[in-house]
């Protein structure tokens, strides 16, 4: 199921952005490129929000325990972290940022 989950606007080049679609509490990135991506909101080390971590590039690092994850594939790159973060794809389409969800 597609879902629009904020404006374009709303995300700026090199930034994240905590969203809600349907049931999953998601963050969406744009890259310097302007392609933009999401990931489940939730570190799987830790259980953490990583929409409160840092940006760095292509890869976001959980604020709790310093693991790291692609921001595209959502693959941990970055010990304590074994495990990916579920990714979700992701585009730009006329002025809205619009993730695809399970039902």
């Given amino acids: 199921m597609d879902i629009a989950v904020c404006s374009s606007s709303d995300l700026n080049v090199e930034n994240m952005l905590p969203v809600q679609a349907g049931r999953f509490a998601l963050v969406v990135f744009r890259d310097k490129t302007g392609v933009v991506s999401a990931l489940l909101d939730r570190c799987s080390h830790a259980d953490v929000k990583l929409s409160g971590g840092t940006l760095d590039g292509c890869e976001v ?3 709790a325990h310093g693991a790291r994850f692609d921001t595209k ?17 992701a585009r730009e389409e006329k002025g809205t940022i619009i993730v695809t969800v399970p039902d």
């Fill in 73 to 89: 594939s959502g693959k941990n790159t970055c010990m304590p972290a074994v495990v990916p973060v579920k990714s979700f794809p």
């Fill in 61 to 63: 690092e959980c604020p």
